[in-house]
């Protein structure tokens, strides 16, 4: 039986680097070898214990690679070609994926998140794809791995967050959170015709970044209350979407209190615990607020146009790669990233 490297998880606290067998592809399912992929904030939420999945998985859902095996009814593609899979991958086929929700697929919360939730994920040398034909994506001529790397989540979510708070041309948007996520939603306000885009964080390199992919303003919340500032450049009125990024009770809560009335939260952040919702912030539930979520949009058609922005040179995320590693450096990878060491903002991992 031939056998991979993998990053498993073992149990709260515990990533580690196992060997475990190459899978194979069943009807309707490829095989990717794995190039190159990446470490979300969601594994890190896996790996404290604060998302609950089987110890024995595969970690990761971001893979970049070559197809390595077809199974019977997936058509259109060679072995040996390069493609990219989004972190969700939709059927296509139920309900769900039918009436246009296809990061729900099946029918329950988050069911289209499979790599490294349900399945085996792609932080291994090996990934198996569930239907192939509905969530490979083939990489443009031209372009890098590392180009299309943060196309199947971090630029989907960040700019799905962008596209469910129904940004206009002309809007005011405040992005609370410049992380990997909140600066794609940055990019993201910028390419939906914002014209005034706040972004609030607290290290100076994620700032410098968040201007570099489109913010006209950024707010230090350790030297300003961002929602009073957001409130002085908007002459009191309020953003008229706000973008939590983080997933804490205190970010949700100043995206409710810097938003105008009737304006729009779209929430990106995944929350642990209790999340509780101000009174007086909500306008007692009388403010035409709209509070939406969204979970990262997948799908291979999702991710053509992701990578269509990526060719078109309209944006360029290769700069948030700040740290490369191999995957027997997994570890030591995932130490780095989840204390935010060393200004990291995501890693490549190259297996």
Same mark, same amino acid.
């Given at each position: 039986m031939?056998?991979m490297?993998?990053a498993v998880?073992?149990?709260?606290g515990?990533?580690?680097l196992e060997?475990k067998p190459?899978p194979?592809?069943?009807p309707g399912?490829?095989v %990717?070898k794995?190039t190159?992929?990446t +470490?979300?904030?969601t594994?890190?939420h896996?790996?404290k214990?604060? =998302?609950?999945?089987?110890p024995?998985?595969t970690v990761?859902h971001?893979?970049?690679?070559? +197809?390595a ?5 997936v058509?259109? =593609?060679?072995?040996g #070609? ?5 972190a ?11 009436d246009?929700? #296809?990061a729900?697929c099946?029918g329950h919360?988050m069911g289209?998140w499979r790599?490294?939730n349900t +399945?085996?994920?792609c932080?291994?040398?090996y990934?198996?794809?569930p ?10 001529d $031209? &372009? ?5 790397l943060m196309?199947?989540d %971090? ?8 596209? /469910?708070?129904? %940004? ?8 609370f959170a ?11 306000a910028r390419?939906r015709g914002?014209s005034?885009? +706040?972004?609030? !964080? /607290? ?5 410098e970044m968040?201007?570099?992919?489109g913010?006209d ?5 350790r030297? /300003?209350d961002?929602?009073a500032?957001? &409130?002085r450049?908007?002459e $009191?009125e $309020?953003?008229d979407?706000?973008?939590e ?6 970010t949700?809560?100043s995206?409710?209190?810097a &938003?105008?009335?009737?304006g729009t939260?779209?929430? &990106?952040g995944? =929350? /642990?615990?209790?999340l ?8 007692a539930?009388l403010?035409?607020h709209k509070l939406?979520t969204?979970?990262?949009?997948g799908?291979?058609q999702r991710?053509?146009?992701?990578m269509?922005?990526?060719a078109?040179?309209?944006?360029d995320?290769?700069?948030l790669?700040t740290h490369r590693?191999?995957? !027997? ?5 995932y130490?780095l990233?989840?204390n935010?060491? !060393?200004g990291?903002?995501k ?5």
């Open positions: 031939q056998t490297n993998a998880f073992t149990g709260p515990r990533i580690v060997r190459v194979s592809a069943g399912e490829a %990717i794995v190159m992929t +470490i979300c904030g594994d890190v896996i790996l214990g604060e =998302y609950p999945v089987a024995g998985l990761g971001e893979p970049v690679g070559r +197809i095996e077809l199974g019977p009814g058509t259109g =593609y060679q072995v #070609q390069r493609v990219i899979v989004g969700i991958t939709p059927c296509g086929q139920c309900h769900a994926c039918l246009a929700h #296809q729900q099946g919360a289209g790599f490294g +399945i085996d994920g932080q291994a040398e990934v198996r794809v239907f192939a034909m509905a969530n490979l994506a083939p990489i443009p $031209g &372009l890098s791995d590392e180009q299309v196309c199947p %971090i630029m989907s979510t960040g700019f799905g967050g962008a596209e /469910s708070g129904a %940004i206009r041309i002309g809007d005011t948007v405040a992005i410049q992380g990997p996520i909140g600066l794609c939603a940055t990019a993201g390419l914002a005034r885009i +706040i972004a609030v !964080d /607290s290290v100076p390199k994620r700032l968040a201007r570099m992919l913010a303003h950024v707010i230090d919340f030297t /300003s961002p929602v500032e957001i &409130l450049l908007t $009191g $309020g953003a979407v706000t973008i990024a983080l997933g804490t009770q205190h949700f809560e995206c409710l209190r &938003l105008r009335p009737g939260l779209s929430s &990106l995944v =929350y /642990s615990g209790k509780g919702l101000p009174v007086d912030a909500f306008a539930g403010g035409d939406i969204t979970l990262c949009p799908g291979k991710m053509r146009r992701l269509n922005i990526v078109s040179q309209r944006l995320l290769r700069p790669v590693f191999r995957l !027997d450096q997994i570890e030591e990878a130490e990233f989840a935010q060491r !060393d990291v903002l890693v490549a991992i190259i297996p």
